[in-house]
């Protein structure tokens, strides 16, 4: 199954300021995703990436605030906007290339200050 | 809509088995997928049902029952190493992101 690089693995961030997440595969996977973690919590999907063309958002989730790009099979970027302390959470890519592998990046640890 | 149920909290003891029961009640189905997620990790996938029946890989089983909307995690032989965080998910058609219960959090005593 795909591989995905992710980063920045951690950060701290001010209240107001922009952080831009990026996932790497190591293939080409036909679907990415954007998930959001919270301290212990499950998994909740914030978007579906869309090669070429704008994510499609999930109910609660707007692009002015989590912008996405995918600007080919193997990369995405999400952008966590205008930060407060209720977006601290983990956010996770996820990559679906095969029937049974759905991967997913080590995650973004992120604390807004 | 779609929910999926799972229990919040398990305790097992080491060597022994335990089962983790998922309900599911989705507006399709194309897929049932265990994960496992140790705390500050990301997770790890364990095993896919699509059709009824048992799937064995080693310590792990997982079941469905489609029609029941119902799948279980089986882990036998317990480790201390088990003790994680258990998500059920599920796919409601075709290459669609997976939708995830809250979770069983596992815990493995001496």
């Known amino acids: 199954s795909a591989v995905i690089s992710q980063k920045p693995s951690r950060d701290i961030c001010q209240r107001g300021t922009s952080l831009t997440i990026q996932c790497q595969v190591d293939s080409q996977v036909t679907m990415m995703f954007w998930y959001r973690q919270q301290p212990g919590q499950s998994l909740t999907l914030i978007a579906t990436?869309?090669?070429?063309?704008?994510?499609?958002?999930e109910s609660g989730f707007v692009i002015d605030k989590f912008p996405i790009s995918r600007p080919n099979l193997t990369f995405s970027t999400l952008t966590v906007s205008n930060m407060s302390p209720e977006d601290s959470s983990i956010y996770l890519c996820?990559?679906?290339?095969?029937?049974?592998?759905?991967?997913f990046g080590s995650g973004t640890r992120l604390t807004v200050v | 809509g779609q929910n999926i149920d799972q229990p919040t909290e398990m305790t097992a003891t080491e060597g022994a088995i335990v089962q983790i029961n998922c309900t599911y009640q989705?507006?399709?189905?194309?897929?049932l997928f265990w994960y496992q997620q140790h705390a500050g990790e990301a997770p790890t996938f364990l095993s896919y049902?699509?059709?009824?029946g048992l799937e064995e890989k080693g310590r792990f089983s997982s079941f469905l029952s489609r029609s029941k909307g119902y799948s279980y995690l089986l882990l036998k032989e317990l480790q201390m190493k088990d003790s994680a965080s258990y998500l059920c998910a599920v796919r409601d058609k075709g290459n669609t992101p997976l939708v995830f219960g809250k979770g069983t959090r596992l815990s493995v005593i001496a």
């Open positions: 996820s990559a679906s290339g095969t029937v049974t592998g759905y991967t």
């Open positions: 989705t507006s399709g189905f194309n897929g």
């Open positions: 990436a869309n090669q070429g063309s704008e994510a499609t958002y």
């Open positions: 049902n699509v059709l009824d």
